[in-house]
């Protein structure tokens, strides 16, 4: 089973940030202390005082405490907000751009319509239109159903 702090030892190439090629190791002191109690080593360096946690072979080791202060945590918030918002605009987006072919398409499909209503209506008066000059000039309609002629 995996632990956070074996996996944060073994990471801790990814948290040391930029520094100098030659790197030495920290050297810890011993202090005198009572027979019965473990010995506590202090570092020599000023580096152990800053709250950076250090490991066995003088890497930094990634604190997860510091995740949760209260500035960490709202400012992982805000970004989270910032990046929830964005995705949001992204999705209403796409939404509005297919909403927007689907009109457009639809739009298309009525000017065609309207384009050919139009010429039936064209048709249509110059149809009624040579009805009234024909009638202008005596000639009439005949009831009877014309007759095909076949050659």
Not at 13 to 40: M, Q, W, Y
Not at 41 to 53: A, E, F, I, N
Not at 105 to 110: E, M, Q, V, Y
């Amino acid at each position: 089973m995996f632990s956070l702090s074996a996996i944060a030892a073994r990471s801790s190439h990814f948290f040391k940030g930029p520094g100098p090629l030659d790197r030495t190791a920290e050297v810890s002191l011993p202090v005198e202390i009572p027979c019965n109690e473990e010995p506590v080593l202090q570092p020599s360096s000023p580096r152990g005082h800053t709250g950076v946690g250090v490991d066995e072979a003088g890497g930094v080791r990634f604190d997860f405490s510091k995740l949760l202060r209260l500035r960490s945590f709202v400012i992982l918030l805000a970004v989270t907000v910032i990046g929830l918002f964005q995705v949001n605009n992204i999705l209403a987006i796409k939404n509005l751009s297919a909403r927007n072919d689907r009109l457009r398409s639809t739009i298309r499909l009525t000017r065609s319509v309207l384009a050919s209503q139009e010429l039936k209506v064209r048709e249509l008066q110059s149809i009624h239109s040579l009805t009234e000059v024909a009638g202008g000039l005596g000639l009439t309609s005949s009831p009877e159903p014309p007759v095909w002629l076949e050659p």
